[in-house]
């Protein structure tokens, strides 16, 4: 058996008999939160859409298992309510307990807000914010309510907005408030919820859903991230391994930035055009902007 290439600074065996279920564990950012979770031990179920993405990540994972975690993929359209429903009785047929979900499988298109189609609003809703509510629902209902777990959801940097990703931006910052209201709501059940938005992470997939722009876009965002780089899929497996561990156990209803502070400065990759600015409200000449 090949070695894994895994390195934690979590201890060994940290989730040892834990089981996770990480949506979009197949590539990028899912993947690496896969390997991490399995390499300390935990029991992992990927899923998401593509069957044959999800086999040969499963094949990978399992190198990176230790201290007796297992792999199981299965498809999953998170946007299909049976589906998830499937997914989540499976993982307990399978693996008989859940601790951990992570809700990773997401995305969006590039596209300004007023030449949306309601088909593809639709499709980043139902896929970032009711796909996400219904795995949050299936593991409360079927487990955690009765056992307690914690949840972490990928957002985005939605803190200001997000030219051209209105619909994504729209959908992440419902989910970070569905968050702190579950996080109030099923603290009784001992859950703790909580959020990580990613700032700009390379990874293949991620570059290639952008099709011929994409690799133009990520490194022309390059400029705007005061970290002057790109994350790595590795720094946000780190923080949800952090968030699911026992040294998050007071932290409830939050959600984590790992962007390079790109959040705390320019909005990324939209310059507002030249345009002639309003008149503005004012009382008499005399107080009008003359600069
Ligand atoms: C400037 C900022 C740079 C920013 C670039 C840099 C970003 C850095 C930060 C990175 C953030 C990331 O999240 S990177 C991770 C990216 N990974 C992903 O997004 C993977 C998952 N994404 C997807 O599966 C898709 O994008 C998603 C739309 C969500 C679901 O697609 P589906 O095919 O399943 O959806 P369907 O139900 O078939 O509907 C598709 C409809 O969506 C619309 N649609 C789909 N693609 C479209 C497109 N390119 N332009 C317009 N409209 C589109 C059309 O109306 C489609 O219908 P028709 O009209 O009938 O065709
Ligand atoms: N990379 C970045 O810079 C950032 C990423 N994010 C978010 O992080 C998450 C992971 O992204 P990243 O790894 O970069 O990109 P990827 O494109 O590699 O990951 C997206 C994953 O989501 C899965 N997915 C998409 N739609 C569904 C669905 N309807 N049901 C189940 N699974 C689905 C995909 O699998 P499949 O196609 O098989 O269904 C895929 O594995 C996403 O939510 C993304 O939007 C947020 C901010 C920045």
Not at 102 to 122: R, T
Request: aromatic content about 8%; hydrophobic content about 45%; charged content about 20%.
């Amino acid at each position: 058996m090949a070695n894994s290439a895994v390195k934690s600074v979590f201890a060994p065996g940290l989730f040892k008999s834990r089981v996770a279920i990480v949506t979009g564990g197949g590539t990028g950012i899912g993947q690496a939160i896969s390997r991490e979770l399995a390499h300390l031990g935990c029991s992992v179920v990927i899923a998401s859409r593509k069957a044959d993405r999800l086999a040969a990540a499963a094949e990978k994972l399992a190198v990176d298992c230790r201290e007796g975690a297992r792999v199981h993929h299965t498809v999953c359209n998170i946007r299909q309510e049976a589906d998830v429903q499937r997914l989540v009785s499976e993982t307990l047929d399978k693996f008989g307990r859940l601790d951990f979900l992570v809700n990773n499988g997401g995305g969006q298109f590039v596209c300004p807000a007023s030449d949306m189609k309601l088909k593809g609003w639709n499709a980043v809703i139902e896929t970032n914010l009711t796909g996400t509510f219904l795995c949050i629902r299936e593991a409360h209902r079927q487990w955690m309510k009765r056992n307690g777990g914690s949840i972490v959801n990928i957002v985005m940097d939605a803190y200001k907005g997000w030219p051209m990703f209105a619909h994504s931006a729209a959908a992440r910052s419902a989910v970070e408030n569905l968050s702190k209201t579950l996080a109030v709501e099923w603290a009784s059940d001992r859950i703790r919820i909580n959020c990580v938005a990613p700032g700009i992470i390379y990874s293949e997939t991620a570059v290639a859903n952008y099709g011929e722009q994409g690799r133009e876009v990520f490194l022309r965002s390059k400029a705007r991230v005061p970290a002057r780089r790109f994350g790595h899929v590795e720094e946000i497996s780190a923080a949800v391994a952090f968030l699911c561990s026992p040294a998050a156990g007071y932290v409830t209803g939050q959600t984590l930035y790992v962007d390079g502070a790109v959040s705390l400065y320019r909005t990324q990759f939209f310059d507002v055009p030249e345009f002639e600015p309003a008149e503005g409200w004012y009382w008499e000449e005399s107080s009008k902007a003359k600069l």
